[in-house]
């Protein structure tokens, strides 16, 4: 626990030095697991910053003002410009977790809100986009995260909607093929497989309820998600020809 509380006032540091940054701040926007933990109380632990870049021109003049932020706390153990963004490693202590920031510089116009955490505010990426993004992710099959598949279930319990259009211009698939490959990948995977990199990240209650719970619940959520997509697209088809439905 003492070592969560340790890195979460990393995370926070470094993020507020960020928001409070007049040249980042408009150029980022915040995502992915710990943007969750941090605005929608994720039950599970998150461990690094991820952003996505809104203008790749930007993105030298962003990487070396984000080293400068970076570097007051601690010690910089990889910093990179990839091909699809930028990452920078921090390690601040001997038994801390390594702290990565990564940047992406694949921008789709995502949806953003701009949102308040203790008086400094920040773009954060939609729900519906981060779910997406998500769904796309754990399509790709390659080192199947479980808390991926945590953060999956979670936006799935909330009901919230991906982004169709995202899927389309990122991997070429409609939202229910995407859906049905992703349900495919995970019932083929273990709880050990989940649990081993995601127990450390769990309270021990919420940890115990993962390790019989979480698979086949993310699984249902999904299965849920395409029956709702196939009913939408048979409610359209019979507004297109004209057909009433009584009630």
């Given amino acids: 626990m003492r070592m ?41 632990f998150s461990l690094n910053l991820e952003f996505t870049l809104v203008d790749r021109k930007q993105e030298l003049l962003v990487f070396k003002r984000l080293l400068k932020i970076v570097s007051m706390y601690g010690t910089i153990c990889e910093k990179v410009i990839g091909l699809f963004g930028a990452k920078v490693v921090l390690e601040y202590g001997e038994e801390g977790w390594p702290l990565e920031v990564e940047i992406s510089n694949q921008y789709w116009r995502e949806e953003t809100d701009l949102l308040c955490l203790d008086g400094f505010s920040l773009n954060v990426m939609s729900l519906s986009d981060i779910y997406t993004h998500k769904l796309i992710a754990l399509g790709k099959g390659d080192n199947v995260a479980g808390k991926e598949i945590f953060d999956i279930w979670f936006l799935g319990e909330k009901y919230i909607m991906p982004n169709g259009d995202i899927v389309m211009k990122w991997v ?76």
């Fill in 4 to 44: 969560m509380d340790t890195h979460y006032s990393y995370l926070y540091n470094i993020l507020k030095d960020i928001a409070l940054d007049k040249v980042l701040s408009p150029l980022l926007i915040f995502k992915g697991g710990t943007s969750l933990m941090f605005f929608y109380d994720l039950p599970r």
């Fill in 172 to 247: 070429g698939r409609n939202l229910v093929e995407q859906l049905s490959l992703d349900i495919s990948i995970l019932e083929k995977l273990t709880n050990d497989q989940l649990m081993s990199s995601l127990e450390p990240l769990l309270l021990p209650e919420k940890a115990k309820w993962a390790n019989t719970s979480l698979l086949p619940e993310a699984i249902a959520s999904l299965q849920m998600r395409v029956g709702a997509e196939k009913l939408k697209k048979r409610f359209r088809r019979g507004i297109s020809l004209g057909v009433k439905y009584s009630e």
